[in-house]
Antibody, heavy 118, light 110 residues
Framework: EVQLVESGGGLVQPGVSLRLSCAASGFTFSNSWMTWVRQAPGKGLEWVANINQDGRTINYIDSVKGRFTISRDNAKNSLFLQMHTLRAEDTAVYYC???????????WGQGTLVTVSS | QSVLTQPPSVSAAPGQKVTISCSGSSSNIGNNYVSWYQQLPGTAPKLLIFNNNKRPSGIPDRFSGSKSGTSATLDITALQTGDEADYYC???????????FGTGTKVTVL
């Protein structure tokens, strides 16, 4: 059974850092592009970043460039999102998802909530 | 503001059909595959359609996707109460070097 389990969310103050993790199982993690998608409360889905199989190709949306870093550890079947200088507008549920190819996300985690507030 | 535009809501009676449009441009839908997702309240999104018109295993054929030019469409036939959810289109955007989701459409079964 495929599982993606996010962790690391919480309530933080503006300007601080947070690291999200996503533990993958049930598929060959090292063969898959992986993605982070977020959803602000009551809002739509927003694609955040993706990373290819060996971690050498990475893309971000403009609003997180220079603040967020996506990475992976294939030996530990884990995906990460290091977030710096957090802003109120980063408040969202963050989902990790597997890309089966051409941007089709076939497996999703349950999400982890990040709340940025003073 | 998403670059993929969907109607905020559509509705129909049980057994009827709804069509959800997704309007983009040549930098996204016009030259890339479109995927569609269903998000039931309080749950993670679920892949319904990929590569414009393909269904993953387990997705009923009541759900179908198509693409023409810079627009895509999701059709849901034989509507059921369990289909009440938010639906999102998604595609790669070559100009943004990122993937984008549509604005989302809420389907209501009357």
């Amino acid at each position: 059974e495929v599982q993606l389990v996010e962790s690391g969310g919480g309530l933080v103050q503006p300007g601080v850092s947070l690291r999200l993790s996503c533990a993958a199982s049930g598929f060959t993690f090292s063969n898959s592009w992986m993605t982070w998608v977020r959803q602000a409360p009551g809002k739509g889905l927003e694609w955040v970043a993706n990373i290819n199989q060996d971690g050498r190709t990475i893309n971000y949306i403009d609003s997180v460039k220079g603040r967020f870093t996506i990475s992976r550890d294939n030996a530990k079947n884990s995906l990460f999102l290091q977030m710096h200088t957090l802003r109120a507008e980063d408040t969202a549920v963050y989902y990790c998802a597997r890309d089966q190819g051409w941007g089709a996300y076939d497996y999703w985690g349950q999400g982890t909530l990040v709340t940025v507030s003073s | 503001q998403s670059v993929l535009t969907q109607p905020p809501s559509v509705s129909a009676a049980p057994g009827q059909k709804v069509t959800i449009s997704c309007s983009g441009s040549s930098s996204n839908i016009g030259n890339n595959y479109v995927s569609w997702y269903q998000q039931l309240p309080g749950t993670a999104p679920k892949l319904l359609i990929f590569n414009n018109n393909k269904r993953p295993s387990g997705i009923p054929d009541r759900f179908s996707g198509s693409k023409s030019g810079t627009s895509a469409t999701l059709d849901i036939t034989a509507l059921q109460t369990g289909d009440e959810a938010d639906y999102y289109c998604e595609a790669n955007d070559n100009s943004l070097t990122a993937y984008v989701f549509g604005t989302g459409t809420k389907v209501t079964v009357l």
